[in-house]
């Protein structure tokens, strides 16, 4: 395990996980983005009822 851990692909893969969130529309962590056509759409959190979420979310995939 802790030579996979410390290879290469590992590296990699974790630069580019890096690199996409740097791209996202994101200003912390944990943070949802929702990715379509036309981009990164971020998704207002809400920890205490995911009714707001899944509204957004269906919002965002609803635009043409």
Do not use: H
């Not at 410390?6 to 996409?20: K, N, P, T, Y």
């Not at 929702?34 to 919002?59: E, H, N």
């Amino acid at each position: 395990f802790a030579a996979e851990l410390s290879g290469a692909g590992v590296q990699m893969r974790l630069e580019e996980d890096i690199a996409l969130a740097r791209s996202a529309p994101i200003n912390g962590f944990p943070s949802l983005v929702v990715r379509t056509p036309l981009g990164q759409q971020p998704v207002r959190l809400d920890y205490l009822d995911a009714a707001p979420m899944l509204q957004q979310i269906q919002a965002i995939l609803k635009c043409p």
